[in-house]
């Protein structure tokens, strides 16, 4: 099965990504890890952190891996792309949005921020808010960072998984 965790930076997704792929024995891909890795090694990165990603999120569902994708996600075209590496490798995909709908929150969150990544910046206040993410066209499950803990979401998304393993059984 493939996870992807989208949502704008300081929703909580990399906390709540971690926490799932930990609980579910999971491979763990986090775009900005890949992002910062290419740049450090001299490259302009537009689309290759998320091109990179799927093709290392395909090779892990090949040999029957759970992978959960950890990114913003921020356009239908990049949604569709996990989608389409989901449905190359006959596995189901479950799509989950993290927000954060107090902004007072969010951008607390943004602000107090320090990267774990050596070398990679966090995007400011006004980045986050700037930044161009398109609103969903489709369903998929919706965690609110605001209203849930990081176990409550953990456990919001294996239920949604769950559910999603009912649907599409044999």
């Known amino acids: 099965m ?3 965790l989208s949502g704008l930076p300081g929703v909580g997704k990399t906390t709540i990504a971690r926490e799932l792929a930990h609980s579910l024995a999971a491979i763990y891909l986090r775009i900005d ?35 959960v994708a950890d990114c913003v996600n921020p356009w239908p075209l990049t949604r569709d792309e996990w989608r389409a590496v989901a449905e190359q490798m006959g596995v189901p995909v479950v799509e989950v949005e993290i927000l954060c709908s107090e902004q007072a929150e969010h951008r607390r969150r943004v602000e107090s921020r320090v990267s774990d990544i050596i070398g990679h910046r966090v995007p400011t206040w006004q980045e986050v808010v700037e930044r161009d993410y398109r609103s969903w066209d489709r369903p998929g499950l919706v965690i ?27």
Request: proline residues 2%; hydrophobic residues 50%.
């Open 2 to 4: 493939l996870i992807v």
């Open 144 to 170: 609110d960072t605001a209203r849930l803990t990081i176990q409550e979401s953990v456990q919001a998304i294996v239920s949604g998984l769950q559910a999603k393993r009912s649907s599409t059984a044999p």
């Open 33 to 67: 890890s890949i992002e910062q890795a290419l740049r450090q090694a001299g490259l302009v990165v537009k689309a290759e952190g998320y091109v990179v990603a799927q093709a290392v999120a395909a090779d892990n569902l090949r040999i029957g891996q759970t992978v």
